[in-house]
């Protein structure tokens, strides 16, 4: 595709995708294109599409149709050794962090520096201390999932998507299971975080009050379809249009502006539990049969993706 010669390559570029579960078309061609250092928020109604987009994007499910470059690689049909190469390039917070509860804080961010760099040991606790100073956690690295806040684990999660400096982040519903105070903090900090360090971020929420502060551009899906992809000021002078200059946009704006005035996914009906939202991202579908009280972290989620199934279940066995 031409591109000109002084915009930069995407870090991501969708084209054309296709997905269907059991016939039904769940996203009916979608176009986007991420921007390195950029924060695209993706927003959308509740079953429009966000979830399997993002999954779409991680390589966790498979597109029937279209296709997906990330970093001028066409991931879709890629084999999953390669895949799994692209993988450490981004990284994924999770709605909880996803944490190992076995392991401490420091031991969970440096799990991905053992498993796939050769640094020593001594670099290694060097750079986990880094990482977690960048979050705000240094005085944390010792203590295990369940000893710290919801906060301080979504830090930790965050200090451990970043932990093989990637240059692109995912994070879905960042701020969703958190006090208004501890949300704001964590936008903050994912803001301060990713311009500073030039890394894109893709954002799925549907918080507005979030989107509008870490947005750069947004994107909105309903019902499998983009509706727009623009820059945040765009988003806003939609959302602020009076009721009676309302003839004067399109069918597809005022549906817009009526999501950004009132989300159509409202936190209390739609909200999901953390664990659901990690079985959610993962594709998976966990069952345990004859096992009671098991912690959701040490299951391991029964996803499609066979290469981020070993390594969850080497994670589990270390
Ligand atoms: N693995 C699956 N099998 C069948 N249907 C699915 C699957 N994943 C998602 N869907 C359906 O696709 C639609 C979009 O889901 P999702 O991407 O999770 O939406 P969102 O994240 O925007 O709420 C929903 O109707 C959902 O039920
Ligand atoms: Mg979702």
Redesign the pocket.
Known sequence: MPTRADEPTPVVSVRGLRKS??G?E?LQGIDLDVMPGETMVIM????????????LMIGS?KSDQGSIRMFGQNICGMEEDDLNKIRLKFGILFQSGALFNSMTVAENVALLLQEHTRLSQEIIDIQVKIKLEQVQLRNAADLFPAQISGGMKKRAGLARAMALDPQLLFCDEPSAGLDPVTSAQIDRLLLDLTKKLGIANVV?THEMDSAFTIADRMAM?DK?RMLAVQPKAWFERIRDVPDDELPSLSEDEQLIRQFLRGAA?GPLS?RMSESDWEQ?IL?ARRSVPGMRSVEPSRIVPQTEDEGLLQRLRRMLQA
Do not use: A, C, N, P
Request: charged content about 30%; overall charge negative; aromatic content about 4%.
């Open positions: 579960f059991d039904r769940i959308g109604g509740s079953g429009s599409g966000k979830s399997t987009l993002l999954r499910i799925v899906l499998g996914e739609e959610d594709g």
